[in-house]
């Protein structure tokens, strides 16, 4: 018998060759974005054919969203108001543009805008800042005009580095800010009568979390 290794009956397959199977930044359809994030955790969002990897959550981020959630669930929940997600649900700008909000929040009374892969809109979403330069600039100003043009009424934003929760509420076609909140004062949403947030208690959570 020989003792020769057996020749393998294919070329190996390396990862830059896996790359040619994908489309360019700028030329994803959103049929190909959506079958390429559905069934994964990949933080991937959809702007003009081009795809934005969000950066991987911290701790101090999951916290704070976990947090939100359960605060903005609980109170939805109990009052059978809508839906409320966090991190996962898509929500579609418009044709091309596609985002992936930390906590949203869509009335009853709007569920016709559900689809099991991507959301046409929501009433509330809220983002929570991650330390990367890049998402600061896409929440404050790039989302800022996303959301604004979806029309989604109200917008938060949780800076755990400026310890600061603005809310936005959607006057025409533009944001206004409807209150800027430090810890020690509470957070109020203008859209759902009666949701607050503590945000001494918001920001507390990640108070223990080591660097």
Known sequence: MSSQPIAPTHEPEYAWELATLYPEQGGWS?????DLTDGTNRRIEFVDGRLEFLPMPTEIHEALVQFLFMALYQFVDHRKFGKVYFNG???????GKTRLPDV??????????RHN???DGADLVMEVVSDDPKDRIRDYEQKFVDYAEA?????????PERRLVTIY????????VHGEYLPGQQ????????FVVDVLAL????EDIPE
Do not use: T
Request: no cysteine; glycine share 4%.
């Open 30 to 34: 959103e049929a190909e974005y959506l």
């Open 89 to 95: 649900i898509r929500v579609r700008i418009r044709p």
């Open 104 to 113: 949203l929040f869509l009335h009853k009374d709007h569920f016709h805008v």
């Open 117 to 119: 892969r991507v959301w």
């Open 151 to 159: 029309k989604i009424s109200e917008y938060w934003i949780i800076d």
């Open 169 to 176: 509420q959607l006057q025409g076609e533009k944001y206004v």
């Open 187 to 194: 957070a109020n949403s203008a859209l759902i009568e009666g």
């Open 203 to 206: 920001f507390a959570v990640a």
